[in-house]
């Protein structure tokens, strides 16, 4: 069975973290709400706070497929200050894993030279920090092992494109036709 770990800091953007979340888990995948602090309640940039299933410390990597990030301030630059995270996205990164970022978070893997030269995309307010980038405007990119997507809007879409590359093209069809996209 695949592994997600959706990633969260105080501040993260709740409707990109949790429909990740709740389309994933619709579809029999293995999903954790993982804090980055000690803390299991995170609050987000809109004052809800979510239980999440574990702690950073207790992610066990070799066993999860996925690392996601939501975008969300300041849960982006939280995300992308917590060391420990960004040794594992490098990690994943290097060893061919899936990762994803949505809104503003997939600066963070612009800022580690992910996406050179690839296509990607990024909540409008960033592009700039995607200059190295091939910037596309689309509500989700994916290219190679690397999904980006651009905000709150494209969260369906963005959690869509995940669940495809765990079950394939079909089974998102199925989803996209559930919950009436």
Do not use: W
Not at 18 to 26: F, K
Not at 82 to 90: G, N, S
Not at 114 to 138: I, Q, R, Y
């Amino acid at each position: 069975m695949s592994k997600v770990c959706v990633f969260f800091a105080n501040g993260f953007e709740e409707i990109e973290a949790l429909t990740v979340v709740d389309i994933l888990r619709r579809a029999d995948i293995d999903v954790d709400m993982v804090s980055i602090s000690e803390e299991k309640k995170v609050t987000g940039s809109h004052r809800i706070t979510v239980e999440m299933d574990c702690t950073f410390n207790e992610v066990d990597f070799d066993k999860t497929d996925m690392i996601v990030l939501p975008g969300g301030m300041p849960g982006t630059t939280n995300l992308e200050a917590f060391e420990p995270l960004m040794k594992q996205v490098d990690a994943f990164y290097e060893n061919g894993k899936y990762i994803a970022a949505i809104c503003a978070a997939p600066s963070i893997f612009a800022h580690r030279g992910m996406l050179a030269h690839k296509a990607a995309c990024v909540n409008p307010g960033f592009e700039s920090h995607l200059e190295c980038a091939d910037l596309k405007k689309e509500p989700v990119v994916v290219t190679d092992r690397i999904i980006t997507s651009r905000a709150m809007g494209t969260a369906i879409p963005f959690a869509l494109a995940i669940l495809e590359q765990f079950t394939g093209k079909e089974e998102a069809c199925s989803m996209k036709e559930k919950i009436l996209f």
